[in-house]
């Protein structure tokens, strides 16, 4: 199973000392937390996309590749990466130079963005946003999968004799998550493709995710890529942790209580009680982690949100040094012990590369 | 007997409140004109004080508490809803209106619902009809010709069979009548598929 931490990059005042920090502060304190992240063991970092303050993360392809030149087992991928106000063309270019540049450490998680606004900005309409979803991807899976490409759609100028460069790295797509809190026409993406399902998660009931998951896998074996079982699922997580759990809430009320989502609004107990935000000891940690298995089933990667609501770069660096010293390897061991043979790991690019190559010495025979 | 659910919205706040009084004289009166039709309400009463902060809750985070969740969906599910708010500066309580702008907006799509108001002079009694009528209208709910309000004075003793039980008689039949005209409710499961992918892909 993967571990990791995902930033949605947001520039939050630091409600105990009033700090708002600099889009250079955030910026170069991104590339600490992700180094870190690799220091203490996690496997995965995952940067959002937005276009609009107060979030810095436009261009996360720069982000993620300075990152990879100074990592060396880090996997760097999105979240999300935005397939509906994106060129799917552009996606391809990039994220494929991003494959070359870190020697295949990259996948993405495609999401559709939240904010209408956003959307006329780069000539779209949000309500349109499912079906530029589903033609953009279908799009950006043809440009990493045919060599010359011809293509014509509804939201976008018609390709003809178009190839993507770079090609993808051994000629292997990155592999692509689908993201979505809600709509079941992802999940039912996701499932068709065969690609990964990764559920938010956070900041919402745990139903939602049981309800979207269940589906997912029923529609993975539906197009015969499986088992439901077999299905690639990911889940976000958010957690604050201090060895003795008293301290982690004294600690983190005051960002929780400001927080730009859910801040000003329930109390931390009510919404750690509905939602799986869990701050406490690190053992607190593990079975609340655990316990999300007893409704998604075996799944592959979780990610833990864990430099937002202005909390500064020490106190998140303190963060990932317990998640990667006392909660990590103790989950690691006992989803290990959890999980059937038959259910598979996240595909990697090795992973991906070796099935390839598998499949070609098997047309050979 | 055919059986059908009932559910009642009351957003009064004081306890014991007029609103509620007036909700539950509708509700009865509706079990009544109900039982003459051969139809069984089965009543739930909804105290919009109960879920005030996680109806705010709800609009700051983008989900209903547990406690609100089972309010919404049994709105979502009923065979016909009473509204009643006070009347709070010209309008509805900002309490019954917030409950309503969490209601999903498709919940209340053809179900026959009763409004009904109370204030303290019979001057408000209008915002029914400029108020509650036009939400209602919006969510496309089949709301019934006769409105329900109650004034202070409505409560006196000479009014038991006044007035006020008139129209309170005269709404409760005429719900009753448009519930017996409909098959019962069915609710559309949000995390269901309604598409085909390869539908979506053309």
Redesign the interface.
């Known amino acids: 199973m993967q571990f990791g931490i995902f930033s949605v990059s947001d520039i939050t005042t630091d409600p105990t000392t009033g700090h708002t920090p600099s889009e250079a502060e955030r910026i170069k304190n991104i590339v600490t937390i992700a180094k870190h992240a690799e220091e203490v063991g996690l496997d995965v970092f995952a940067l959002g996309e937005h276009h609009n303050e107060p979030f810095f993360s436009s261009s996360p392809t720069t982000t993620l590749a300075y990152i990879a030149a100074q990592t060396d087992k880090l996997l760097l991928s999105t979240a999300t990466t935005l397939i509906t106000t994106n060129d799917p063309v552009k996606i391809a270019e990039d994220y494929a130079m991003l494959q070359h540049l870190s020697g295949g450490r990259v996948d993405l998680t495609m999401g559709r963005g939240n904010t209408g606004p956003v959307y006329p900005w780069f000539g779209k309409d949000i309500r349109a946003g ?2 530029l979803a ?2 953009n991807y ?1 799009l950006l899976h043809k440009l990493w999968r045919e060599h010359v490409v011809d293509w014509q759609g509804k939201f976008r100028t018609p390709l003809q004799s178009f190839t993507s460069t770079p090609r993808p790295l051994d000629e292997v797509p990155p592999f692509v998550w689908h993201g979505s809190i ?1 709509s ?2 992802i ?3 996701a499932a ?1 493709y065969g690609d990964g399902f990764f559920a938010n998660h956070i ?3 745990a139903s ?1 995710t049981q ?2 998951v269940e ?1 997912y896998r029923q ?1 993975f074996a539906h197009y015969g890529h499986g088992d439901p079982d077999q299905a690639i699922v990911g889940l976000g997580g958010q957690v604050f942790i201090n060895k003795n759990s008293q301290d982690a809430v004294k600690q983190f009320r005051p960002y929780f209580d400001n927080a730009p ?6 109390s931390l107990e ?2 750690t009680r ?1 939602t799986p935000l869990t701050v406490g000891s690190p053992q607190q940690v593990i079975d609340r982690t655990l316990g999300f298995r007893d409704y998604v089933g075996d799944y592959q990667r979780q990610l833990f949100l864990m430099d937002h609501a202005g909390l500064p770069l020490k106190t998140v660096l303190e963060q990932l040094d317990l998640l990667g010293e006392e909660v990590v390897p103790v989950l690691r061991k006992e989803f290990a012990a959890l999980k059937p043979a038959h259910v598979p790991d996240a595909p990697t690019h090795a992973s991906l590369l070796a099935k390839k190559l598998a499949a070609k010495e098997e047309v050979a025979a | 007997m055919k059986q059908r659910t009932l559910v009642v919205v009351s957003a009064g706040l004081s306890q014991p409140s007029s609103t509620r009084l007036l909700a539950d004289q509708l509700a009865a009166a509706t079990a009544a004109a109900g039982e003459a039709r051969e139809i069984e309400f089965v009543v739930t009463t909804i105290e919009l004080r109960d879920l005030a ?1 996680d109806i ?2 709800h609009m ?4 209903p ?2 406690a609100l969740k089972e309010a919404l969906d049994a709105v979502a599910g009923a065979d016909a809803v009473i509204a009643v708010s006070p009347i709070f500066t010209a309008s509805y309580s900002g309490l019954f209106k917030s409950f309503f702008d969490v209601v999903d907006k498709d919940a209340l799509v053809d179900k026959p619902v009763l409004i009904a108001a109370t204030a303290g002079t019979a001057r408000h009694s209008l915002a029914l009809e400029h108020a509650l009528r036009p939400m209602f209208a919006y969510l496309r709910a089949v709301v019934v010709p006769t409105s329900v309000f109650a004034a202070s004075d409505d409560w006196g003793a000479d009014s038991a069979e006044g007035f006020l039980q008139s129209r309170i008689t005269r709404a409760a039949a005429e719900l009753a009548t448009e519930v017996g005209r409909r098959e019962a409710a069915t609710v559309t499961d ?6 085909d ?1 390869e539908d ?2 053309k």
């Open positions: 499912i079906p589903i033609e279908a809600r079941p026409e999940a039912e993406q068709f900041f919402w009931p939602h309800r979207m589906l529609r989502v859910y801040g000003h609004g329930p009510d919404f509905e | 902060h705010m809750n700051l985070t983008g989900f508490p547990g949000p995390f269901a598929l309604t598409v992918f979506l892909l």
